[in-house]
Structures are given as structure tokens and as C-alpha cells.
């Protein structure tokens, strides 16, 4: 018989499902409402609430932000009962809280869970990512690449011409060099308004998304959750810390990293098994968004476990309270 205190992804997984299913459902009353900071609390609230219904010692990793700024779910609080093994937590109550509140595509409730010390304790500040799909070799794109020989290197890999690839990009001024870059080559740019972790699991079902990679600047909290789920799924994953200033280094500091130049690989984020949840609250191109009728009210929920590499889409339908 297992260890009790043993990460046992199988036994844990349903949990985390429910922990993102809460939150969703929490948030989908402000779906439209014009207001991201109720909608973001709603969201925190369900979320927290659930954790600490589940038998583990868990602490926050990647969370709302240091102690003084977020009064929940911020990162180092303690969740869980304490009875069960020691996890640590990556996630977002509300990956995109200006699409919930405008009632655009692709928000979702993102949470991840490992064995405790195995997920980057990434601050908050910005992080080049890089990402694919599953299939190809190591380093078949780099960050040390220009964005255009990105793009050719994985057209090369495919079998394709540069024209047949499509980037996914989080559409910031800050990104128009790149874009420009990109489109250069001939590829096709789909721009995304919020949302990178959505962006990034884009890549792993490229089938079905359209979409072959993914670069650009975004929070660095938000690259462990992508790396969480493509571990899951498969793909490669790039990240290398941006800092602006002292006070974003000191952050890095305090979080224990000291290479500020390095670059890390999805398993250098994510250096254990890991199982990821994700619920759709507004429709999107990965979850259905939450549906109302009378009675009853209908989540979709992304639930995945690294170790076996199972993805599982589950339908939930409640009755309303």
C-alpha cells in the first residue's frame, strides 16, 4: 500500500478538478459585469475554499502575489488540511479577468500541483517564453534564435514552408519588432488580448488550434503554469526571466534565484510529475465557456497527470443553489 504522504497524482486529480471548477463557477456571474477585481475575488474565494478542503499540505508557489498585496492565495500560504502529502501550487483563480469582465474568449480557472520544491518559485516579473508542440526534436527552436529563424526552423521541422506556420502572440506594443519579424518570413500571427497560459496549450493541439508556437513576453508565474500544463501534454517550453529594475531583481533574489540570465526548459519548471485543472469561464478555443439554463448551470474542465500523460475533458453540470 502507498505511503499516505506520498504524491499520489491519481487520488488528487478529481480534487483539483473541483478546486477549478469552484472558481469558475464563482466568477461566472460577473461574466459582462465590467468588473475585473470582483470577478478575480469571486474567483480567489471559491478557489481557497476548496483547497482547503483537501488532504494535503500545500503552499502556494505561484499565487496571487507577495503577502502584502494579495490578502488570499498569496504565495507561501499555507492551503490544505496538513494531513496529506507536502504539494506545492501553482495557479490563477482567473487567467484573464479583463475577458471575464467583457465577456471575451478564453477565460479560464488554472491550477497546477506537485510534489513540494519541484515547481520554479518564479517572481513576478516578465518571462520570454517559446513554445511547440509535441513530435519534434530538442532544440529544434531556441531563444537564442531570432524570431524568424524560429519560424524556419520549425517550418524545416514540419515539412512545411514558413507560410503554413502560425504564431501565437499576446498583442502588446512591446511585441510589434517581433510581429514584424514574424511576419516577414510569410507565417500567420493569431493575436491574443490576455490569456498566455491559454496561448501556450494552444501549441500541444495544434490539430485542432491551429497554432504551431507561441512567443512573446509575459508573466513569468504564468510560463510555470504553461510548463505545467505541456508537461502534461507535450511540447517544449523556453523561459528566461526579464527584470526592469533593483526592485524585480531583489524579487528574484527572494525567490532564491540567482542566475538572472538563465534560460529554463519546461522540465527545469516543472522538474517533477505534476497534475494541471483548467475550467473554461467565458468561451474559448480550448474549453467550452459556462452555460446557464434554468436550473442548471454546465462547466468543462481540462484535467491532466505528467506521469501517465491522461487528458481528460469532464463535463459537469450542476444544479443550481
Known sequence: MADAQEFQDRLLSLGLARVSEAAALASAKLIGRGDEKAADQAAVNAMRDQLNLLDIAGVVVIGEGERDEAPMLFIGEEVGTGKGPAVDIALDPLEGTTLTAKDMPNALTVIAMAPRGTLLHAPDVYMDK?????????DTVTLDMSPAERVQALAKAKGCSAADITVCVLERPRHEDMIAQIRSTGAAIRLITDGDVAGVIHCAEADVTGIDMYMGSGGAPEGVLAASALKCMGGQ?????????????GRAAKAGITDLNRIYTRDEMVTA??????????????????????????TETLLMRSKTGSVRRMTYRSPVK
Open 130 to 138: 517559446l513554445a511547440i508542440g509535441p513530435g519534434y526534436a530538442v
Open 237 to 249: 517550453m523556453y523561459g528566461r526571466l526579464l527584470f526592469r529594475n533593483d526592485d524585480e531583481r
Open 273 to 298: 510529475d505534476v497534475i494541471f485543472a483548467a475550467t473554461g469561464v467565458t468561451e474559448g478555443s480550448i474549453l467550452s465557456g459556462i452555460k446557464s439554463e434554468p436550473g442548471w448551470v454546465t
